[in-house]
Structure formats: C-alpha cells, structure tokens
C-alpha cells in the first residue's frame, strides 16, 4: 500500500515569490507520481507528473517538480506565484504495472496575496 | 479538449434514499474511476470499471455502492440507501489505457448533501 504525506496545509505567499509545495511518498513498490491542481467549484487538473527519467519534471503553468528516490519526496515548485495560482495542490502516486488507482495526499492550500 | 462531464452539480438527498451520479468519460476512454472527498479531507478512490466489470474497489466502496456503464457514453454510481457520512464531493475520471502511468482525467464533480 501507498501513503502521501502533505505537511504543509496552508501555504500563503506573496505574489512572485517563489513557493515549494512539499510532499513525500512511501511505497513498498515503484511508483509513479503527480500534482494535481482543483481551482474552487472545480475538478482536479493534471499539472505534472513523473513516470522515469529525468528526475526534474516541468508541467503546465510554469510548475516543475523534482523526484528525489532517496528522500522519497515530489515537491512542487514555482519561481514566481501569481494571484491565478491560488488554488488547492494534491500529490498523488499510482503503482506501476497495472493498477492504476490514485492514492492522494491530503492537499495544500496555496494563497497568493499582493 | 475533451472533458469529463457529470451531473447534476449538487444533488440534496433525504438520508435513507437512492441516489444516482452521472459522468460521461471522454469518448475514447475504456476505463473509468469514482473518488470521493469528505469536505476538508483527501480524495478517496471508490472503484474503478473496465469492460463492464468493476478492477478493483476500495473498503469504503460496500453494498450500498453500484456502479454501470447503462449504455456507449454514461457510467454511473449508485448510493442505495444514503447515510449522512455519504455527503461529500464525488469525482469520476477516466483513461484512455490501464496502468499507472495513465494521467486521469477528472470531472468538476458532484456534491451530496444527504439531510
């Protein structure tokens, strides 16, 4: 079984600045790894994943997220927030092979204020 | 882009009554998923379908859940006698291909209210 940890469930931050959105994972087998993004009254839109490769992944809206094995963490980061970006963030893992059920994190709350 | 559509958006419901959520994946798509999420908590996965037959469910997806694909474009969940711990957001997504590798795509969801 998978796990997702979250820490952080409220991260405000001023326009610009960058964030880091934490998450950590275990799993007794390989996984794969995404962030999501649910904008309020909506559902979950892909931002990124990582299935092999490159450990640095970039995804849409300027997000990249880089896969750390040893640490077994995917944090989310962004150079330079924009007030568009508040938003609910989940980290989720799917096995690999052929199961494909998303085991999410408990969310993160990213506020973006002037 | 293609979308997952579900209705109604909100569906208020008496605590004891059957209730039924509707999605229509994107066209293409073979396999299909319902999740949850209790206000303020994590999303939950309930089940996923493939082939008119349910892959795999999780503990929280008991007797009182069904799910169907009634015909080429809607796949539904059924709640036969709702209890107040049912309130919540119910997601349904959908993939192109089996696998964990497979991004799922997400409907905006319907909430349950059960009064």
């Known amino acids: 079984a998978q796990s997702v940890t979250q820490l952080d469930s409220q991260v405000p931050v001023f326009e610009e600045a960058p964030v880091e959105l934490r998450c950590n994972y275990s799993s007794s087998v390989s996984v794969y790894l995404f962030w999501y993004v649910q904008y309020p009254n909506q559902g979950l839109q892909l931002l990124l994943k990582?299935?092999?490769?490159?450990?640095l992944v970039k995804g849409i809206n300027g997000f990249e997220a880089e896969f750390n094995k040893s640490q077994t963490s995917f944090h989310l980061r962004k150079p330079s927030v924009h007030i568009s970006d508040t938003a609910e963030y989940f980290c989720?893992?799917?096995?690999?092979?052929?199961?494909?059920?998303?085991?999410f994190g408990t969310g993160t709350r990213l506020q973006v204020t002037l | 882009e293609p979308e997952v559509t579900q209705t109604p958006s909100h569906q208020v419901t008496q605590m004891g009554q059957e209730v039924i959520l509707r999605c229509v994946p994107i066209s293409n798509h073979l396999y299909f998923y319902w999740y949850r999420q209790i206000l303020g908590q994590k999303v939950e996965f309930l089940v996923s379908?493939?082939?008119?037959?349910?892959?795999?469910k999780s503990e929280i997806f008991d007797d009182q859940f069904s799910v169907e694909r009634p015909d080429g474009s809607n796949f539904t969940l059924k709640i036969r006698s709702t209890k107040l711990e049912d309130s919540a957001m119910y997601f349904c997504?959908?993939?192109?291909?089996?696998?964990?590798?497979?991004?799922?795509?997400f409907g905006d969801g319907t909430r349950l209210s059960i009064l």
């Open positions: 997504a959908s993939t192109l291909r089996t696998g964990g590798n497979q991004p799922q795509h």
């Open positions: 990582y299935l092999s490769g490159s450990t």
């Open positions: 379908f493939y082939n008119n037959e349910i892959s795999e």
């Open positions: 989720a893992v799917s096995e690999t092979g052929t199961a494909s059920k998303l085991t």
